[in-house]
């Protein structure tokens, strides 16, 4: 679009050029005079030129010499030499073709029109050059300036709103409104040179012309120095607002900064080098509870803790020597009210241009909150949750440390007391956790009450507790805290209404040089702790070298178990038990025994109670039970499914936690084919005092499948009478601790005689267990118990044994079959 407009307006300025050039043919009026103006017009004219401060418009001599021209030669000749100034200026700085023609263009198309309205208006310049007055002659000068101004900028105005796609009307405003003083000047200059050449003639123009230079030259220089004086007025006036700007930029910087300082969230002060209070906010008057004067009258080493005093001095003194820039660190200061402040200290140098020293920035950010937390969680970390001691990590690494004091001091002792409660599960299970839970609360409150205030009393977890002694003492008085300890436990506990006794077996450890580690410590006290149990619990035992090699030949007795469990290695004994009343064999006794290659004959008591500790017996049980029914299962065969032969197994209470105990059972008796109706179980009181309910459901289950149930030891241990009457108990078998004091008198005898009279009055069996002297059966038949085993009748029988056994007793076999089985007779050692 710009391009064709430029196009349209060539093509008018050639076609006003070419008309002109007719007009002014023949070439009469082209003289000597008419070739020095145009030499002048478009060699010198177009190169005078003068800019206008502050626009950027300039004056030119040829603007003056067009006008000129117009009364001198002609409109034509004027239109003619305003082209080719035009093209020769443009020639020179432009750098497209198309841009100089159309200069050249415009220049002639707006002479063109001033030419023609001046002649439709009937303004003849030619004859006003000798007859106007001066009031004509200044019409027709402003006639032709305003011309040549409206249709030059109108011209400019529409090619430089296309190109720039903005209105015209803002594109004549802005860069062409102020180019009107130009032609008005040179209309002006025009008329002076008229006048002169009037009354002197064409050499006053001539003779004008150095001087019009000297004038323009004079006039361009004034202008420069006008254009200067506005600039320098300018760049005063400039650097004026920028320094107000600056001014009032750093006032509000300032005001910023005061307002930030003084309201800042964190304690912000400024320090002098020697440590006195120069300038607080408020929010450090708040945190340390002073006001802003008697911070001032006082420096910061006042207010800080003495323990941080020396190192932040230091730290001071190397940001002062420029060694390190900036610190920061934990600090503690003094309130106002004397409570300890933490806080998050920031120190870095406020440098002075009057002072050589800098000042100091602190930045205190108040942290007790936060430490606080940091504490509690610490202490949550290193504490038991429900009795607020010491737990495990923490006592184990205060061990550590009083092992380091010993090994640095010999006179430093180290002991330690491991305490376990007995029976707390009993608690648990039958008031429950709750009140469980209270006991070992109180459990905690007694056992400080039992040590001095430099011991320390941990739970490690459960209901397990350590005491820790260190420093000088004697042996004794750790022995004392052990049994002050026995002593605070004999007092009943107050729980929630419930009056509950404890008790607790307690391992003493005195360090020795062998313990090098906590965890030696900790071995050798659980095991003086495990003696104390196994020994009859609620007393204390002290560690020895002997506890630690019977807890080494446990270990090894227990790694020696599993294995042996693992390829059923165990076998069966049997006991006869005979009936006081028939005086003939009723049955056996299954009794399970291990032969080991390294231990030999290892004690039923003490492998099945390692059983039950190490989560075997349910394995174990299951395997005395399968080969008892299978091998009693081949007495039946050989000796008659008639023949009155019953087999008692010992079931632990442990087993009794198994849910799949009486499904396994029933598998083992399909398996081996043994009847149910011939099995015996014998069972001791713990399984009501363990398992209550659950174990009165599964008693009541084997018995209706045909087993009939026993109750071994009674009268050691819990006796529960009402469970008594619930259970389907055939018999009760007193223990053997009833049977050996009796005496040949009958002395002795008023244990038994009140189990006898109790299984009578609930309808049981009684039979006698670990009878060995004739008075002592003698005495049982007197009492009327129904049965009895011991010595006296036969000492627990292999299996290949029964037969003779049987046979000895009058008792034959009814089939011609051997007896012996191969898979069986493999597993007796």
Known sequence: MTKHYMQIVITIGFACLVTAFYKVLPVKTLNLEFLFFALITIG?????????????????VSDTFI?????LFGGETAILLAGAEAFASAWRFCNKKITVFFNAAAMALSTAVVVVTLRIFGLNPSEQLNQSTFSDLVVTLSTMALLQFAVNSGLSSIYGALKSEKPLWETWKTHYLWTSLTYFVGASSAGILIKLIHYIGFGAFIACIPVIIILYLTYRMYLKNVEMSLRQAEQAEHHAEILERQSAALRESEERFRSAFNYAPIGIALVSPTGKWLKVNHALCQILGFAEEEFLATDFQSMLSPEDLGATLIKISDLLSGRIPTYQMEQKYLHKNGKTVWAWWSVSAATEFDSKTPNLIFQIQDITDKKRVEEKLQYEAAHDVLTGLPNRKFFMSKLEGALEKAADAVSHKVSVLFIDLDRFKVVNDSLGHHIGDELLVGIARRLRECVRPSDTVARLGGDEFTILVEGYFEDSEVIRIAERIQDKFNQPFDLSGNEVYSSASIGVLHASPKHLTSEDLMRDADTAMYHAKRAGKARHEVFDENMHEAAKQTLQLETELRRSVEKDEFYVYYQPVYSL??????GFEALARWNHPLFGDVSAGKFIALAEEIGLIDVLGEQILRKACREMAIIEREFGSDFPLLLSVNLSSKQFAQPMLVKRI???LEETGFPPAKLRLEITELVFFEHKEAAVVMLNQLREIGIE???DDF???????SYLMQLPISALKIDRSFISPIEPNGG?????????LLARN?????IAEGVETETQLAQLRKLNCEGAQGYLFAKPMAFGEIRNFLNSCGVTEITERPFEDVSIVATIQ
């Open 44 to 60: 010198l004219g177009s190169r005078i030129s003068v800019q206008i401060p502050r626009f950027k418009s300039h004056i030119t």
């Open 67 to 71: 006008f000129l021209a117009i009364f």
């Open 581 to 586: 009343i028939t005086d003939q064999v009723e």
């Open 666 to 668: 029933k598998k083992i």
């Open 709 to 711: 149930i026993n109750i």
């Open 715 to 721: 009268g050691t241990g819990y006796s529960n009478l």
């Open 748 to 756: 002795n005898t008023e244990i038994i005689q009140t189990i006898v």
């Open 762 to 766: 609930l309808g049981l069996r009684v």
